[in-house]
């Protein structure tokens, strides 16, 4: 089990913005408007503060208290305007943060892991794409599922 005080400053910083890397991931794999922005930024949110119950490792409970103790998530540095260098720049904070925890907390590193794919999971599934006015369209774009399985490279 470890905290935040087993990892480096930057270490950390990874850790605790990936979650929101891995949300930013999957919007910007296929942006679904003002409105499908905003579910998806929530669905991010509300894992982070789900994560706080349960039987989760040590590392997400203390990401979520930190959530909880700033009043926000804690972001990734990305650069903006450009969609290809600011997925490289999530994908990079993503690796980062899984590598840190390999290192300091190995028993922790799988659920990790699979916490922040349920975490784009859920971003892809906030919003429905390609329909008007929340009618028709799908629940996950075939953008988003492509996505979802850069991630999971990522994550491996």
């Known amino acids: ?5 087993d990892y480096s400053t930057s270490e950390w910083k990874a850790i605790a913005s ?3 890397a891995a949300g930013l991931f999957i919007t910007l794999s296929d942006t679904s408007g003002p ?7 929530l ?12 039987q989760t490792p040590e590392i997400v409970k203390a990401i ?4 909880k103790d700033n009043g926000r998530p804690e972001t990734p540095d990305m650069p903006m305007g450009n969609r290809a260098k600011s997925k490289e720049a999530l994908t990079s904070t993503i690796r980062s943060a899984v590598d840190a925890v390999e290192r300091h907390s190995p028993s ?3 659920a990790y892991k699979t916490w922040l794919a349920s975490i784009a ?3 892809a599934e906030a919003s429905k794409e390609g329909g008007f006015l929340n009618m028709g369209g799908t629940l996950v774009s075939s953008k988003e599922e492509e996505a979802l399985k850069e991630l999971t490279e990522v994550l491996h």
């Open 35 to 41: 409105i499908g922005i905003a579910k998806e930024a």
């Open 43 to 54: 669905a991010v949110g509300r894992a982070i503060t789900d994560a706080a119950q349960g």
């Open 108 to 110: 922790e590193a799988q």
């Open 121 to 123: 999971r859920r971003v």
């Open 18 to 20: 990936a979650p929101v």
């Open 1 to 5: 089990m470890s905290t935040k005080n």
């Open 64 to 67: 979520a208290m930190g959530m």
